[in-house]
């Protein structure tokens, strides 16, 4: 067995991607620029997202695949990401998950998830003898989008190992914060965007929402709200912490930073986190990091195009990136 520092858990898609000039409205015909096939899926993006800068055979993923040809081309992909696939379940039963985005000329998107085999990852899977030596002998795991009774049981097992646990719930929030209570007890980082911000909590406004949050977690527990160009929030029960986006402008003529996809930025952000983190960095400066990550994947098309470590620590020396403290409970 590879000994690892991060497992993600999490959903492995093959992905369409469809750009246009425009998001279609209801009954609206628009027409299609471009169609690229990528790989995808939130779990799999934010494993190659840590193992880029953490390096080969640190970072193993936790997901599910069919036994068709998209499964063997994510395990040969992800291998040569350096991801240690050992933990991946392959089920008979349905094919490998699909997700289709549409992204217009801005780099806004909508993305439509079909999850078939990732659907099937159950408990049953989590008790096997080689799922609990991976939980044993990592240092942190990141629970993204599988199943809720997968995401629940995963976050418990790392909470009686004593291992640092990050959840990003994604569409979990729409369960509310009520239904979600015992496995946000168990999460030591939970990172939701605004929308999922509302969906937990029902309240527009990060700061009152993060607050909210605050109230039914653990004394340890910290939140993070990813809020785009507008950087994120971290929130603890000793403090509110604005930190602003990396602005990334234009190098050349050519439009080097343009942005063309933010599909994918938000995975981006979350394994930078997590690899900065077990690198040493506190958790404001790792999400300093983890914000340029994300604007710099935002320049690039395809969903799964993180940035190295190198890449990062260039933009970052050049950005005046100053964290603003808007709440103190100690005042």
Known sequence: MKSTKIIVVGSINWDTILFTEQLPIPGEEVRI????????????????????????NTVAIFGA?????????????????????????FTRNTPSGRAYIVVDAKGRNIILTYKQANDLLSEKVIYSKEVHKYINNTNLTIVVDPPFSV????????KITNK?????????????IKD????????????????ECI????????????KIILSNINLDGNVVVTMGEKGCLYANKKMIVAIPAAKLENKTNDNNY?????????????????????????DIESLISAN?????????ENIRESPTLEEILEIKQNQKLSPNIIWNNSL
């Open 33 to 56: 620029k471009k169609i690229k096939e990528v790989p995808g899926g939130k779990g799999a993006n934010i494993s190659i997202a840590s193992s880029r800068i953490l390096g080969s």
């Open 65 to 89: 695949l069919g036994t068709d040809d998209i499964a063997k081309k994510h395990v040969h992909i992800l291998e040569n990401e350096g991801v240690v696939t050992n933990m991946l379940y």
């Open 151 to 158: 995401a629940d049981r995963i976050l418990s097992l790392s």
């Open 164 to 176: 640092t646990s990050l959840w990003a719930p994604g569409l979990l929030s729409l369960k509310g």
């Open 180 to 195: 979600l209570k015992t496995s946000i007890m168990n999460t030591d980082y939970i990172i939701v965007n605004e929308s």
């Open 199 to 210: 969906n937990l909590t029902g309240i527009t406004d990060p700061v009152s929402a993060s």
């Open 258 to 282: 343009k942005i063309l996809n933010t599909a994918g930025a938000g995975d981006a952000f979350i394994g930078t986190f997590a690899a900065m983190k077990l690198l040493g960095n506190d």
């Open 292 to 300: 340029v990550s994300g604007a710099i994947k935002s320049t690039r």
